[in-house]
């Protein structure tokens, strides 16, 4: 492999909705990126969006309407669909060809100009077989979570306190779109959305203009003193139908592999210091722990228990409030990615972790209970 | 720099209006037939680059996931590039780049469109925003012609010139087509068909448009030590090149094009070519319209501004010409959106490859191919040759 690759500054939007436009919104994202590193437009080489057209406010072809926005005007840019984890891991690619110098990771969902993320989620089911039956992200995952909880006895109450955890964590993320001081009981007595799923334990509909400028060792040394490395990555795709998978034996556990051999990670769970887990559905951030080796199978709900994933614990999960508290859907990958950043450089003020934080990793999921994965390690 | 990246082999569906198929089994008779011309198997692919058009035209969001089987995808890292009309060469460059990093050794690239069961042109009506230009760029044509109005404008060219030169564009690639086992239309047409054919948008008629096809391709590309082992004929990734510009169509010139300029220029810097006409041995230029292939012609530096009808009428693009342009039929006889970038690499691809059967051009080592896409902002050019 050529190059070392490094995260040399990132900005965030909020995740509520805000009354800036999405040209002004997502403008402001990659200018505080580029500001923060000291570099104008045109000292980048290339630029890596992500979008979706279904999560799009109904413009097709997302990335010819932000084109301009993103400063990618006569450059060598590109985008991919779907999760943003893909746009970091296309720009460390480019970089390490030698080809570019330094690269601008975009990510863009303007959630208030959506429809419900189930209305979009609903058209990756196939409009033959799946979608008249009203199959969306929320019902696999409720699916999901009934399988989960009957296979290891994993509680309801374990699956409520991760939302009790991450929407707690986020009262101290200013970015948080949806945060406060929930009760386990609280969680279990909103309303249902698809049973064993109450609305609390199911993610909100964010805004995310997300930017990341990174560059390759020589040039990141000049730009920052607080260079992130990037270590690692791995992703992987499940087959299609629902019925054709084990929901609890997905493809996580293949991305996360690969993610940690290319980082050189035996043990997780040691060498792993903080993560940000993509969980839409609060009890898959047990579930993904376990793939992630965090724990064994099973054993998710007392892994929590254990007080271990908590700010203070031995390895927190989402001390920025996850995604339950912050869902742009297409930006939720890098927007992980983003706060295990802020962790390594300690710069994650009130929901920084109190440990010395070296290795970080970020995960994004999208599809039906998690179809496919990205998982991203960083480190100082 | 980077490391030397190869494409080793490339399937192709029969193109055409495949109502008897699924969207899924087109994907998936691409991909089968890219391991058929290798002799792969899915076991040897490190990763999956996917891409296609808009949603509203799949009739399904994120088709990663519907095709994931299809793509033989299960169990691979993917990436999904989608960059609108230039998607197929996007999804090329991509896995370019994937194996030039170092970060893989054999990457499957698939693109692929079922256009007959969607609506294309209410579809590119949605790239445009809803408060300015919706109301009047309707569907693709609209902006290519504008496009052309424009450059015939600006150069002082007289009408009946660019429409004799786009009839000449019409004929020559519906006869190419007949050799092409994979194009779609085949039909032979007169120059006065041309000139007579049903008018789109002046001076746009139907025998100067791409046809509405159903269609994927799957290409394979493999670092120069894998591809070499293979001991076949291998098309060496010479130069990359993509640029896009404004998204608001007054914005910018479109007369001298800077994204097509630009996206040629990379390339060209990065292959070393410095006389692209001489140089080149045949070109795959994504045509879906006769008038905007000149215009291509002339910012790939093909020919010098204004200059490209006169090229055209003395046949210099001709199959036999100095510089054949898209023997294979191009984009004008074959248009799955999603997949037309990459048809366009394929072809290249097995043009250096000396592959090509019955459209082969003899002797061709060096091939540039291209996609253009979004709202006329984007071109992508990937060049490809016969020696490392």
Redesign the interface.
């Known amino acids: ?2 190059d070392r690759v490094a995260i040399v500054s990132v900005a965030q939007s909020p995740g509520a909705e805000s009354k800036d436009n999405f040209y002004d919104q997502a403008y402001r994202a990659a200018r505080e990126c580029l500001d923060k590193a000291g570099l104008g437009r045109e000292d980048v080489d290339t630029v890596v969006s992500a979008s ?3 999560f799009h406010g ?4 997302a ?6 926005t993103t400063g ?12 943003s984890l ?1 746009a970091f ?2 720009a ?3 970089i ?4 570019y110098e330094t690269a601008l990771v975009i990510s863009l969902c303007k959630g208030s100009e959506n429809p419900p993320n189930d209305a ?1 989620t609903l ?5 033959f077989y799946q979608r008249d039956v009203g199959l969306t992200e929320t019902v696999a995952a409720a699916l999901q979570m009934n399988l989960y909880m009957e296979r290891y006895g994993v509680t309801r109450e374990q699956c409520a306190a991760v939302a009790a955890k991450n929407l707690g964590n986020a009262l101290k993320n200013p970015y948080a779109h949806r945060k406060g001081k929930y009760t386990v009981s609280d969680i279990l007595r909103s309303p249902t959305l698809a049973d064993p799923l109450t609305e609390l334990q199911a993610a909100p509909k964010s805004e995310g203009m997300l930017a990341m400028l990174l560059a390759g060792e020589a040039k990141a040394r000049k730009l920052t003193d607080k260079p992130v490395w990037f270590k690692g990555y ?7 139908t629902l019925g054709d998978r084990d929901l609890l034996r997905g ?1 996580l556990t ?2 996360a592999k ?1 993610a940690y051999d290319m980082a050189g990670i035996k043990n997780p769970k040691e060498g792993i210091d903080v993560a940000e887990i993509c969980e839409p559905y609060a009890f898959q951030e047990l579930l993904w722990s376990e793939d992630l080796g965090f724990c064994g199978a099973g054993e998710g709900g007392k892994f929590l228990e254990s007080g271990a994933t908590q700010i203070g614990g031995s390895l927190p999960i989402n001390p920025s409030g996850g995604v339950l508290a912050n869902n742009p859907y297409v930006s939720r990958g890098l927007q992980r990615l983003i706060e295990a950043t802020l962790q390594l450089r300690g710069e994650a003020g009130e929901h920084q972790v109190p440990k010395s934080v070296k290795t970080a990793l970020a995960h994004g999921t ?3 209970a998690g ?2 994965h990205a998982v991203a390690i960083i480190g100082r | 720099m980077g490391r030397a990246v190869g494409i080793v082999g490339v399937g192709q569906t029969h193109h055409g209006k495949r109502m008897e198929i699924s969207y899924p089994d087109l994907v998936r008779e691409a991909v089968v037939r890219v391991f058929e011309d290798t002799g792969l198997s899915p076991r040897d692919i490190d990763g999956v680059v996917s891409g296609t058009m808009p949603s509203m035209m799949e009739g399904i969001a994120l088709t990663h996931f519907y095709f994931a089987d299809a793509m033989q995808a299960v169990g691979k890292p993917i990436l999904k590039t989608e960059t609108c009309g230039s998607t197929g060469v996007s999804i090329a460059h991509t896995a370019y780049y994937w194996i030039s990093s170092g970060m893989a050794d054999c990457v499957l690239a698939v693109g692929h469109e079922k256009m007959n069961e969607g609506d294309a042109q209410a579809t590119m009506t949605t790239v445009v925003e809803p408060f300015y230009q919706r109301f009047f760029i309707a569907g693709a044509p609209g902006v290519f012609s504008m496009q052309s109005q424009m450059w015939a404008e600006r150069y002082g060219i007289p009408q009946e010139k660019i429409r004799e030169a786009a009839a000449h564009i019409s004929v020559e690639h519906h006869e190419a087509a007949f050799a092409n086992p994979y194009a779609h239309m085949k039909i032979h047409v007169t120059m006065d068909d041309v000139k007579n054919a049903r008018l789109i948008t002046y001076p746009v008629r139907l025998l100067d448009v791409c046809p509405t096809s159903d269609g994927a391709c799957a290409v394979i590309f493999m670092s120069e030590e894998k591809a070499k082992q293979l001991g076949r004929p291998v098309a060496w990734v010479k130069g990359v090149g993509y640029r896009g510009e404004e998204y608001f169509f007054g914005d910018s010139d479109k007369g001298v094009w800077q994204s097509a300029v630009g996206a040629a220029k990379q390339a060209y810097d990065q292959a070393g070519i410095k006389n692209p006409r001489k140089e080149l041995d045949v070109a795959e230029v994504y045509n879906p319209f006769t008038f905007q292939e000149m215009l291509f012609y002339e910012c790939f530096g093909f020919c010098d501004l204004g200059q490209s009808p006169d090229l055209v009428l003395k046949g210099v693009f001709d199959r036999t010409g100095e510089l054949p342009c898209d023997p294979s039929g191009g984009t004008l006889c074959t248009n799955p959106i999603g997949a037309t970038g990459l048809v366009r690499v394929a072809e290249a691809a097995l043009q250096v490859m000396g592959r090509a059967g019955d459209h082969q051009i003899a002797g061709a080592k060096l091939a540039l191919s291209h996609a253009m896409g979004g709202v006329d902002q984007f071109n992508g050019v990937m060049i490809v040759g016969s020696e490392l």
């Open positions: 492999m050529g979706s057209d279904i109904g413009i097709s072809c990335n010819a309407y932000y084109w301009d990618a005007f006569l450059k060598n840019a590109s985008r991919q669909d779907g999760e893909f891991m296309y460390v690619m480019r390490m060809t030698g080809q979009c058209m990756f089911a196939d409009p791995g992703s992987s795709l499940d087959t299609y493809e293949r991305a690969r999208h599809g039906f179809q496919c």
